[in-house]
DNA sequence: TTAGGGTTTACCATCGTGGGAAGGTCAAGC
DNA sequence: GCTTGACCTTCCCACGATGGTAAACCCTAA
């Protein structure tokens, strides 16, 4: 099977394919004499297995792992559970993060008269200092804002 | 004001600074005499309020717009009003699309044993061919499995 | 004057994906 | 056989926002 016929069964691109090859996510392909990649039926399962991996927002770090549980047939399905778990974990953390952010944001809006005046309590918010909370050197080094900031979406997954 | 007290106060890194400037988010820096940047209350007040939009999730060409009317005096507040319900109705596409991916691997890992033995629903799931929905062709070219894939975190904010 | 810290530019890495160029291969039709 | 178009190959570039490093330069206090 031609490197064009393996993607469209699994629903991976080629040229994604071809990068997991180079990274080492998968085992390099046979080549044909001429140098075409060739795909057995197998080699499809397995891209599909990672194509699916990545719609539930694993990372391809994460997929390694989970490939090796895959192709262990001595593991133990606790192992399975505590990466997906981690990464529950983790997609919960952004999605908190994310939910924070729109929050805030809806509030301001709903405070926004939103006609064609310029007054704006959305701009003159960002253009505040904070006014909550400021602890300006204690709290900078605090987790909060920045893991706030960085767990807003570490794993971009753009087509 | 040097570049690094400027940072300070601003909470943006100073390789950021150079970087904002650098993409045109921000108007070159004057020099001093040996090439230092130097900046203004004024200026420090500009990435302060870049910062604070990053923080709410801006990209850095949202936030290109939202200075555009910061700085525009007859600006009206509905403007404002629409680019912060555009970047709520991202957020909100992102949130839903990674509360889809958190539930469905809930649901797996409440079918895994998590013990020592080797069977995992969460494998076999992902191992397994579409059940539920398999219209081959059809569905492919549609919207809703990659634009939820894409959403998934189009605007990574690592630091 | 010297030491140490701040600053400058320039380049590289991240992560996963797409795009394109330049060239080789294959299969169908003439 | 030859042409044509679709496919494949490798290689390089781009994205977005950020961090890191290195080599060179500048400033200030002791």
């Known amino acids: 099977m031609n490197i064009g016929e393996a ?3 699994s629903k991976v691109s080629a040229k ?3 990068y997991y090859e180079q990274i080492g996510l998968i085992p390099p392909a046979d080549r044909t004499d001429s140098g075409y990649r060739a795909y057995t039926q197998d ?15 694993f990372s391809v770090a994460e997929i390694t ?4 549980l895959w192709n262990d047939k001595s593991r133990q399905s606790a192992d399975v559970k505590r990466l997906a ?4 974990d983790e997609l919960d953390r952004r999605i908190a993060s994310m939910l924070e952010m729109a929050a805030t944001l809806k509030a301001l809006i709903r405070c926004c008269a939103g006609d064609e005046r310029p007054d704006c ?10 006014t909550s909370d400021d602890e300006p050197e204690a709290r900078t080094g605090a987790v909060p804002r920045r893991a706030r900031a960085s767990a807003a979406g570490k794993k971009p997954r753009a087509h």
């Open 7 to 9: 993607s469209k069964a």
């Open 16 to 18: 994604m394919i071809r």
């Open 43 to 57: 080699d499809v399962h397995r891209l599909h297995f990672i194509r699916r991996a990545r719609d539930l927002g």
């Open 65 to 68: 792992d989970l490939l090796g």
């Open 85 to 88: 778990q981690q990464h529950i």
């Open 121 to 130: 309590p959305i701009l003159h918010t960002l253009e505040q200092p904070d």
